[in-house]
T-cell receptor
């Protein structure tokens, strides 16, 4: 079993739609959680960190459920520019920034 | 945040040869990381590069195949040795704070 699992998609949605991505992780000692965005043929870039209390950044809302070892990302009012692969990322406990990446969920927003 | 420059951006190499990928950071960073991203897959950590000591390799990766140098706090290299078509992949360097990771632009390697 992979340490971080995501639905690979693709999710094909119209502009303006709301879409939700889910992610589960297996290591209960994981301490930090992130969503990264990767555009085609580009490097990953941080979209947002994920906190137990949930956090929102404009149209994006991230939630963490430690008991269920589950992370989600909600995108409201999808834009064409949201089309990308969204990577669920978990930081292992330890002294440095060792990140474990999910395989990513591909989102395609169409007009 | 520090900016990473990675080169080459892409290369096509003959099997059995080696390729060295370079990453330059524009400020000093303690840890640098090397990842591989195979076609259609996510990123897999190859090793962590520390200045002044040997790199720490993840399970499935060995120093003879992926030697790493870290001569100072702004530079690192990864060599892919004795390449085979299975090494065709994107290789990315990275550095991070406790809250974020920043990546180079990646090296797209094709082994023929």
């Amino acid at each position: 079993r992979k340490e971080v699992e995501q639905d690979p998609g693709p999710f094909n949605v119209p502009e303006g739609a709301t879409v939700a991505f889910n992610c589960t992780y297996s290591n209960s000692a994981s301490q930090s959680f992130f969503w990264y965005r990767q555009d085609c043929r580009k490097e990953p870039k941080l979209l947002m960190s994920v906190y137990s209390s949930g956090n929102e950044d404009g149209r994006f809302t991230a939630q963490l459920n430690r008991a269920s070892q589950y992370i989600s990302l909600l995108i409201r009012d999808s834009k064409l520019s949201d089309s990308a692969t969204y990577l669920c990322v978990v930081k292992r406990s330890g002294g440095y920034n060792k990140l474990i990446f999910g395989a990513g969920t591909r989102l395609a927003v169409h007009p | 945040s520090a900016v990473i420059s990675q080169k080459p951006s892409r290369d096509i190499c003959q099997r059995g040869t080696s390729l060295t990928i370079q990453c330059q950071v524009d400020s000093q960073v303690t840890m640098m990381f090397w990842y591989r991203q195979q076609p259609g897959q996510s990123l897999t950590l190859i090793a962590t590069a520390n200045q002044g000591s040997e790199a720490t390799y993840e399970s499935g990766f060995v120093i003879d195949k992926f030697p790493i140098s870290r001569p100072n706090l702004t530079f690192s290299t990864l060599t892919v040795s004795n390449m085979s078509p299975e090494d065709s992949s994107i290789y990315l360097c990275s550095w991070g704070t406790g809250l974020d990771a920043f990546f180079g632009q990646g090296t797209r390697l094709t082994v023929v």
